[in-house]
């Protein structure tokens, strides 16, 4: 019998059956997993919230059948007390989670990866870091880990050092007046881009929202949409931005 013992984190969860529940986890050195959790919504159960969205923990699982494991043991890494104290908070974990889940990736361990994501939720966790442009960074972080970075320092179709006006994901970043497609980008905008990409992201978290960061938000969403090639409603803006008309 297949056992499995490692840190996970938990992705998503839904009901099976009466009483029990289907958790996604992402763990460190096996991937993504699905795990039975056999009577965990009865009050007499063990697991109790242990597998709930969000939760970082270590896992004791046995394979079932079909791609399923049954828990044994879950115990939490991380109580993150702080993240489940804010509505905000718990707003961009789900956005982060939303993105990891999207990676098509079962079976497949990926290190990098499980550290981004236990990263984001401590920084979540810590009151010293506002959470607004938590997710907007992990999804940056994440197309930069995979090698799909946005080109910010110029323009992706000519070259051009600037004046950069709009961005496009579906083009790959920055682009000039003459080249623009895609929606505009703002100089504040572009700043917060460069310094998260840039290795500023612990300052631009400890600062307050600045001017740029909800259209940072959106573009970090349309960039990591494009990346996957399907809409992701926890990670999406409430303000999309205009798209400018094609006018090479």
Not at 22 to 47: E, N, Q
Not at 74 to 89: A, D
Not at 112 to 127: K, Q, Y
Not at 175 to 181: F, I
């Amino acid at each position: 019998m297949k056992e499995l013992e490692d840190d996970a984190v938990v992705l998503r969860t839904y009901k099976s059956g009466e009483a029990d529940r289907i958790a996604v986890l992402w763990t460190r050195h096996h991937g993504k997993v699905r795990v039975f959790a056999k009577g965990i919504r009865k009050t007499t159960s063990k697991l109790g919230g242990n597998l709930e969205p969000l939760a970082y923990v270590r896992v004791h699982l046995v394979k079932s059948r079909g791609d399923l494991y049954i828990a044994r043991q879950v115990q939490h890494r991380e109580r993150l007390t702080t993240l489940r104290g804010s509505y905000q908070r718990i707003n961009a974990g789900y956005a982060v989670v939303e993105v990891v889940d999207a990676i098509p990736s079962d079976d497949v361990a990926d290190e990098g990866i499980f550290d981004l994501l236990a990263r984001v939720l401590m920084t979540l966790d810590n009151a010293d870091f506002d959470p607004t442009l938590v997710p907007a960074s992990f999804f940056f972080k994440l197309l930069a880990y995979d090698g799909s970075e946005p080109v910010v320092d110029c323009c992706v179709n000519c070259g051009r050092e600037g004046p950069l006006v709009a961005f496009d994901a579906a083009a790959g970043g920055t682009l000039c007046a003459q080249c623009r497609s895609g929606v505009s980008i703002s100089a504040d905008a572009l700043a917060l881009v460069r310094r998260i990409l840039g290795g500023e992201l612990a300052a631009v978290l400890k600062d307050p929202p600045s001017a740029g960061a909800g259209e940072v938000m959106s573009l970090a969403s349309d960039s990591i949409e494009q990346h996957f090639g399907r809409r992701l409603r926890a990670a999406r803006s409430t303000a999309p931005l205009t798209p400018l008309a094609n006018d090479q």
